[in-house]
């Protein structure tokens, strides 16, 4: 499998994963763009892109399909009514709460690990592809400040440009997986050398 065919197919199986648990709980709202999860780490899970990861995304998709606030102190506390709603998908967690981020470490319950597993073993096997895929892409790819630095990189964001100078920004991760096509000319962005990353 090439590097340049597994972003969509990771994507694809990211959004499959995310129907199967939609036929669990419908209310659930689809997931408008899965390549937007691929390569950026969540320090609110505490974990890399998974299954689990992907549940504890859908307790705040559910969150907001009931207009629950489920979280605050800019959305790195997970409160007792996120955790209401992990308890409802699947997840367990500690008894009390972390300090900063609350109820946020959940994990699959044995029950969820049993109904998921088929789920799970198909993401796991894409992930591992996609990883493969993409290890050695490290020495020619911009990855922005974020990942020399060891963090998430989630808010950093650098300036693309297009031929006709219009200009957006993006995480440069997300612009890796697949072309952002401009409206006006066509033409792919592109991340000039030299710009620098902005936190947004």
């Known amino acids: 499998m ?8 990771l994507a694809a199986e990211l959004a499959q994963a995310w129907a199967d648990i ?4 419908p209310e659930l709202p689809d997931l408008a763009a899965p390549e937007s999860l691929i390569g950026e780490s969540s320090s609110a899970c505490g974990h890399e892109l998974s299954f689990e990861r992907l549940l504890h995304e859908a307790v705040h998709g559910i969150a907001a399909a009931r207009g629950v606030r489920d979280t605050s102190r800019a959305g790195r506390y997970h409160n007792r009514r996120f955790l209401a709603i992990a308890e409802e998908l ?4 500690p008894d009390e709460p972390h300090p900063s ?12 690990k049993r109904r998921y597993r088929p789920t799970t073993e198909r993401l796991q096997r894409a992930l591992k592809a996609h990883s493969a895929a993409t290890a050695g892409d ?36 997300v612009l890796a997986q697949a072309p952002i096509v401009c409206g006006g000319c066509g033409k792919p962005f592109r991340i000039p050398e030299g710009v620098a990353a902005v936190a947004g």
């Not at 981020?101 to 969820?112: K, R």
């Open 22 to 25: 939609q036929r669990y709980h």
């Open 90 to 93: 699947g997840l367990d967690h």
């Open 101 to 112: 981020s609350g109820f946020s470490l959940v994990s699959l319950t044995p029950e969820a």
């Open 2 to 9: 090439s590097t340049t065919q597994t972003p969509p197919v």
């Open 138 to 173: 490290t020495a020619r790819s911009f990855r922005g400040p974020a990942a020399r630095h060891g963090s998430s990189g989630g808010g950093v964001r650098v300036k693309a440009v297009c031929d006709c100078g219009r200009n957006v920004r993006v995480v440069p991760s």
